[in-house]
T-cell receptor, first 111, second 114 residues
Framework: DQQVKQNSPSLSVQEGRISILNCDYT??????FLWYKKYPAEGPTFLIS?????DKNEDGRFTVFLNKSAKHLSLHIVPSQPGDSAVYFC??????????FGKGTLLNVNP | IAGITQAPTSQILAAGRRMTLRCTQD?????MYWYRQDLGLGLRLIHY???????GKGEVPDGYSVSRANTDDFPLTLASAVPSQTSVYFC?????????????FGQGTRLTVV
């Protein structure tokens, strides 16, 4: 059973607009959440994270929102740029330190 | 070495052969992980280690083994490779011990089993 779910395999957005990537989780013991970005033929790179004691974390154009009651988090990218085109992975950590990933969402930002 | 390094970068392996993928980090991170990435399946955890001397099974451990003799190294071994193990393998490390921190990834090993 998949504990971290990214239900949208792909998303296409116009340059300058907002990109919203969604992630749901089932394990209420997760207490730390991360977003990673991955380009082809490269390893994933860390983007932004949020602790379960917060509901929002912002870093430049990237903001992550956490809704614990809904077991849902989202990544907002504003404004979107063509260089943001990549696969985005949501990940979660629980008390056992296991790092569990979703299947990823391919974001395409059109110029 | 700076960060986390995987070797080899790519390999073609005959089915039935034994293969060890190497992973080394110089950040003194206590936790290390092995993932495989397959199209449509995302990053699936194979094995992990929270500290030197301990290992644990992830989502897809069958056919793989790991060891963690020291802090820096976390090799992944395929005892007898099968075509379904064709994948891109990523190693990662992370500092834990009461802290919430991000994991750092290697560049990956592309393995083809024929």
């Amino acid at each position: 059973d998949q504990q971290v779910k990214q239900n949208s395999p792909s998303l296409s957005v116009q340059e300058g607009r907002i990109s919203i990537l969604n992630c749901d989780y089932t394990n209420s013991m997760f207490d730390y959440f991360l977003w990673y970005k991955k380009y082809p033929a490269e390893g994933p790179t860390f983007l932004i994270s949020i602790s379960s004691i917060k509901d929002k974390n912002e870093d430049g154009r990237f903001t992550v929102f956490l809704n614990k009651s809904a077991k849902h988090l989202s990544l907002h990218i504003v404004p979107s740029q063509p260089g943001d085109s990549a696969v985005y992975f949501c990940a979660a950590v629980g008390s056992n330190y296991k790092l569990t990933f979703g299947k990823g969402t391919l974001l395409n930002v059109n110029p | 070495i700076a960060g986390i390094t995987q070797a080899p970068t790519s390999q073609i392996l005959a089915a039935g052969r034994r293969m060890t993928l190497r992973c080394t980090q110089d950040m003194r991170h206590n936790a290390m992980y092995w993932y495989r990435q397959d199209l449509g399946l995302g990053l699936r955890l194979i094995h992990y280690s929270n500290t030197a001397g301990t290992t644990g099974k992830g989502e897809v451990p069958d056919g793989y083994s790991v060891s963690r003799a020291n802090t820096d190294d976390f090799p992944l071994t395929l005892a007898s490779a099968v075509p379904s193990q064709t994948s891109v393998y990523f190693c990662a490390s992370r500092k834990t011990g009461g802290l919430n921190t991000e994991a750092f990834f290697g560049q990956g090993t592309r393995l083809t089993v024929v």
